[in-house]
């Protein structure tokens, strides 16, 4: 099975550039209709006027993207110091990032401090280091917004994972433009991750995983601008050896790739959040080589399997293997330049340093390695039992989120306009969309077999190795809200699957029409789902009658 083809199909079309323009359908073709047939809908007809100059063009371009990251703003900024008390896995990376942006490394806390942080008495923290089981990146980025707005303000707390879930939603609608060449399907996809539940909740908490998504985002967008980068860069070496009379036999190996480059750096940046992104840099990695030995067959040239494995994808192992490393050990400066994190003397102290063919390695590096398997095995022998760990075979079923907080006030005290009063975090996604994206990936799974596209196989990509992976470890303690890292791809295939929904400009009328109303229908829905579920998102006292019509499944309890 192929995860891309030298073709470039049609791609489904909105109406959101004048009808004359990029007017594809990604349907099957069908017989050309009588010339009297009314074309397209009304809408169509409008939006056409209304984008009929370029600069209404470029401000569409921008304006689409940037309403629904005003949306998302709102959606997750509004009340995000309530409440005032850490929340979940909060009371491990909000204090660890504390104490990293005064001492360099993640210090220990006594017993009890999370009573006397949520009070205001933040600087409990001891200069011993604290055994922590992921890298410092996300807590630096976290200590970003306690820095500018204080520790004593939950605000300040999450402010920096808001403002990544909030980028996301932008960079997602930009890469669903530049992918299905349609802003109004960037948009809508823009749109989607906005109102999400799943991913309101991982944006409006102090955890990595919201962090953990932007950067391998920003490394897929950047793979998408690879690929087209390389094909241009390969079509003009083509020409030229050609106009010159040279056979291009194995053709050339591309060291300047930017993009290629920069996924690079995202992806290690990523990991060194959380170290699930080296299966991006390892799947991206081998998705180049299968990109690059295509876009060799596309140009004509003869050896292109051989190739792209034996020169680029050599290549491509040298640029992209020293950036991840080095954008990886960067991030971990506080720790090397000074002597308090954990394990950094352990050779010198409870260890013992290497001997043989190995000695000359220093210490330093010897206690980093030994932390860093010390974390590897704590991470792959975690079963600890927990009341909302998830096994990933369910994870795109959403059968069990996660509770992240819970309170409930008597005597008529709680706001909700009655005795007792219940304000709940639960990171479950928009069934809406959630239920919807499941179906549609599975459906591009079969796409994929049938026509291979090269859009559902990056999309089917950013899938493989965001999700795939976890199910190594199926009998470790994780949980369903670990799903946002893979969670834009599933909106990717939802808008693909949307976009074939909608047509082409050139539909039938009648068909066309009918299409919208269906198109619009769903997403009027998938926003009434939200207004619904948005006080069990974000902690808003509710009746109990009420949180009770929340548990679509026995399991969401």
Known sequence: MSLATDSEPPTPAGIDVPAHADAHSAGPSSPEPSSAEPRGSRL??????????????????????????????????????????????????????????????????????????????????????????????????????????G???????????????????????????????????????????????????????????????????????????????????????????????????????????????????????????????????IGFGLYSVLVDSLARRRVGLPFWISAAILKQGLANVVLLVPLYLASYLVTWTGWFTTAGGYYRNWAQTDGQPWTGSLSWVPLVIQNFWHFEVSVYNFNVNEHDPHPYASNPLTWLFMIRPTQMYVNTTTGGTGGCGEDTCYANITSVGNAAIWWAATAAIFYLVYRLIRKREWQVGLILMGMVVGYLPWLMYINRTIFQFYTIAFEPYMILGLTFVIGLALGSRDDPRRKRTAALIVVAAYLVLASLVTVFFYPVWTAQPIPGWLLTLHYWLPSWR
């Not at 006027?49 to 629904?68: E, F, H, I, K, Y």
């Not at 923290?125 to 500018?148: C, E, F, N, R």
């Not at 749109?191 to 990595?208: K, P, T």
């Open 44 to 149: 169509d007809a409008w939006w056409g006027r209304l984008l009929s100059t370029p600069g209404r063009q470029r401000a569409w371009r921008w304006g689409g993207p940037l309403a629904v990251t005003l949306l998302a703003a709102i959606l997750r900024l509004w009340n995000l110091g309530d409440p005032h008390s850490l929340v979940f896995d909060e009371t491990f990376y909000v204090k660890d990032a504390w104490s990293l942006l005064h001492l360099g490394f993640e210090g220990a806390w006594p017993s009890g401090a999370d009573t006397s942080f949520n009070a205001g008495d933040v600087n409990t923290y001891t200069d011993t280091g604290s055994y922590v089981v992921h890298p410092p990146l996300g807590k630096w980025i976290i200590a970003l917004g306690m820095a500018a707005f």
């Open 151 to 281: 520790a004593e303000n939950s605000f300040g707390w999450r402010i920096s994972v808001a403002v990544c879930g909030i980028l996301a939603v932008l960079l997602i609608a930009m890469i669903g433009t530049k992918l299905f060449r349609s802003t109004l399907l960037g948009t809508i996809a823009g749109f989607l991750f906005a109102i999400d539940g799943h991913a309101i909740v991982m944006s409006r908490e102090g955890l990595l995983d919201g962090i953990l998504m932007l950067f391998l985002l920003l490394g897929f967008g950047a793979m998408l601008l690879d690929r087209e980068w390389h094909l241009r860069r390969l079509t003009e070496w083509v020409v030229a050896r050609e106009a010159e009379g040279r056979e291009p036999t194995w053709g050339p190996t591309l060291w300047w790739r930017p993009w290629l480059m920069a996924a690079a750096v995202a992806f290690g940046l990523a990991s060194a959040v959380k170290w699930s992104g080296l299966f991006f840099l």
